[in-house]
């Protein structure tokens, strides 16, 4: 992506924050940076700077070569694609992800003005972060996260992204690896903060709940504890352990004695209802009763993170809240449901971890209770030495009694596959990799049925997405006499 800076940003000031090493004087004393560079393609102009970015599939110094000639500078980690011919453009970094990451810190701290709210927490960010999105914006100017973009190079194209007109800026923090919180948080510098939740999330590389906690509040030593806002899950057994002289706002599905609370959540198949208590800045009692098209205890917590963070930072119109509640759809592959022959799809497939993968089917068990039920899950990815455990775990949380069928996808949940067999063959069918073979036996069954909803949950990777968008394309298609789908 490129960008087009709202206000220039001296190269001094990013050779200095990031440590970075100018292979030859400046040739000027003054050099503003006002666009910044990662895709070669789409550069034509003068005032850039481009990142030699490197992922798993790409590495943007074999580009260099191409843009060299009409760009200013040239931020590479890699100095065997150093051009000495140009000895003046290149800028030695140790890594260019960090270092773009530090050019964005700059830039956003450039906006006096501006509030930045960094959702964090191991599920429901990315629901929570377009909540607080579409609420805020509403009233007031607002930037957010494309999709989950949440890792070093997403926050850092967020940032980059900002101009003088933005009021509030909502970024999601992710964290896969030890470490990353510290580069996150550092680069954001936020004025809120909003905890989700703890759970057990890339246990492969943080081992344990503790640990998890750990990096996830980190990000509470790169904020003004006079200034800021904490925004906490005051039911989550490790979040309401955070104390300290921080502006605390909470909120809770059990004590009423926090700040935004619900009294009461009914579900039905279609919707939610919800009535809800805010304690105003006097401590008075507000009473709000909505709607809600997102299913499940989880997404209510969802809610209540966004209400929370909107009312106590510019949002006091109750009915606009409500509003922002009501009209607000499931995201894809994040709880969207649509159906096919009067049978529901639930898609949970974008992502999975133990404490998602039971909130998932403690919905489904609970919500569903007049429809034939059928599962189909896949592996949850990144757990590491307690993969085999979390998986057989799941066990205890599915009634054999009320499922027609499990469909498994996937080498990591077949241990899952050898525990049901135990107890009834019949109930189960193992695909390991076929997702084509899986995709046809659940064409069958929506074709051939009615009064059906089948939940898919799965890590990402596993590709439960692609059946499930199968099935949408099939059915929009008007294949084979399946029903249009339509979202309920």
């Not at 102009?45 to 481009?50: A, L, R």
């Not at 590479?76 to 970094?93: C, G, T």
């Not at 579409?134 to 009233?139: D, E, F, V």
């Not at 298609?477 to 309920?488: M, T």
């Amino acid at each position: 992506m490129n960008f087009v800076l709202d206000i220039p940003i001296n190269i001094n000031k990013f050779l200095e924050k990031t440590s970075a090493k100018l292979l030859h004087p400046l040739r000027k004393k003054v050099y503003n940076i006002r666009k910044v560079i990662t895709d070669t393609r789409k550069y034509d102009s003068k005032n850039g700077i481009f990142f030699a970015l490197k992922g798993k599939n790409f590495d943007g110094h074999e580009f260099v070569k191409n843009i060299i000639k009409n760009i200013d500078f040239v931020v590479i980690s890699n100095k065997n694609y150093f051009i000495p011919k140009y000895k003046n453009k290149f800028i030695i970094v140790e890594d260019t992800t960090k270092a773009l990451d530090g050019l964005a810190n700059i830039y956003r701290n450039f906006f006096q003005n501006l509030k930045v709210i960094s959702v964090v927490g191991s599920n429901g960010k990315t629901t929570t972060k377009e909540l607080i999105r579409h609420i805020l914006s509403k009233k007031y100017k607002t930037l957010a996260t494309v999709g989950n973009f949440n890792n070093l190079l997403g926050v850092a194209y967020t940032l980059l992204s900002l101009n003088r007109k933005i009021e509030f800026c909502v970024v999601e923090m992710g964290i896969s690896l030890p470490g990353e919180m510290d580069i996150l948080a550092s680069t954001v510098n936020p004025d809120v903060v909003v905890f989700t939740n703890i759970a057990k999330e890339h246990l492969e590389f943080f081992d344990s709940l503790e640990k998890v906690f750990y990096e996830e509040t980190r990000v509470l030593d790169y904020i003004n504890p006079q200034k800021s806002m904490v925004i906490i899950n005051r039911d989550d057994f490790y979040l309401k352990q955070i104390n300290g002289k921080i502006n605390k706002k909470l909120y809770s599905l059990a004590d009423s004695s926090v700040d935004v609370y619900a009294e009461d959540v009914i579900f039905t198949e279609e919707y939610g209802r919800i009535m809800l208590v805010l304690k105003d800045r006097l401590a008075a009692k507000l009473k709000i009763s909505l709607k809600t098209n997102l299913l499940g205890i989880h997404n209510i917590y969802n809610i209540l993170a966004s209400i929370t963070t909107s009312f106590f930072n510019g949002i006091e119109e109750l009915d606009l809240i409500v509003k922002s509640i009501e009209e607000f759809s499931a995201l894809s592959m994040r709880g969207e449901k649509f159906v096919v022959n009067d049978n529901i799809i639930i898609d949970e497939s974008y992502n999975a971890n133990p404490d998602s993968m039971k909130n998932a089917i403690i919905t489904f068990f609970k919500i569903f209770k007049n429809r034939k039920k059928i599962l189909v899950l896949g592996d949850m990815l990144e757990l590491g030495r307690h993969s085999k455990q979390e998986h057989r775990n799941l066990l205890e949380i599915i009634n054999l009694n009320e499922v027609e069928k499990i469909f498994l996808l996937g080498k990591e949940i077949e241990v899952l596959y050898d525990e049901i067999k135990k107890i009834n063959i019949n109930k189960v069918k193992f695909y390991k990799e076929d997702k084509e073979k899986l995709f046809k036996d659940i064409e069958v069954i929506i074709k051939k049925n009615n009064n059906y909803v089948l939940l898919f949950k799965s890590s990402h990777c596993v590709g439960l997405y692609e059946i499930v968008q199968r099935i949408k394309n099939f059915c929009l298609l008007g294949k084979n006499d399946l029903s249009r789908g339509l979202k309920i």
